[in-house]
């Protein structure tokens, strides 16, 4: 999958199943995963079939106020984290076809993920000290 430095804008090849070793841009040398990956059909797929860390999604749409209000939350925690676990957002506005995969009927939404299979789900925007609980509970599973 490609994964689009969030400091210089290089496309970076990363397979998933390695995410827990390769952390840095072939360019730049910073972390690719200091900030939310944005994901489409294929890089979800693989994220969550394949990742060697724990993944947790953010299923969000522009239009969306609490969304809004929820991003710079889960981009700090991105940020804080540097590749611990693979944070990622999708644009169900965007990629209907993944709201519809994965039943999304609330957003926003985070899903956790680790070793192909979907460990919890909670809808709405969270404050940053609940969004760190979760983090702490998938960090555990790696």
């Known amino acids: 999958m490609e994964i689009k430095c969030p400091h ?6 990363a397979p998933a199943r390695k995410l827990d070793s390769i952390v840095s841009c ?5 972390p690719l995963l200091s900030s939310p ?28 106020g609490p969304c809004r209000a929820f991003a710079p939350i889960f981009e ?17 506005e965007l990629h209907q076809d993944l709201g519809q995969r ?3 009927r609330s957003i926003p939404t985070l899903a956790a993920f680790f070793r192909g299979k979907e460990l919890f789900r909670k809808s709405g925007a969270l404050p940053p000290t609940e ?3 979760i ?4 960090k555990e599973l790696a």
């Open 102 to 104: 994965f039943n999304i």
């Open 76 to 92: 700090n925690e991105a940020t804080r984290q540097n590749g611990s676990i693979v944070f990622a957002k999708v644009d169900t």
């Open 26 to 30: 072939g360019k730049c040398h910073r």
């Open 135 to 138: 983090v702490n509970q998938l």
């Open 8 to 13: 210089c804008g290089q496309r970076n090849r």
């Open 131 to 133: 969004l760190e609980k």
């Open 37 to 64: 990956v944005v994901a489409d059909s294929p890089v979800l797929t693989e994220l969550i079939s394949d990742s060697a860390i724990p993944v947790l999604v953010d299923f969000w749409a522009p239009w969306c």
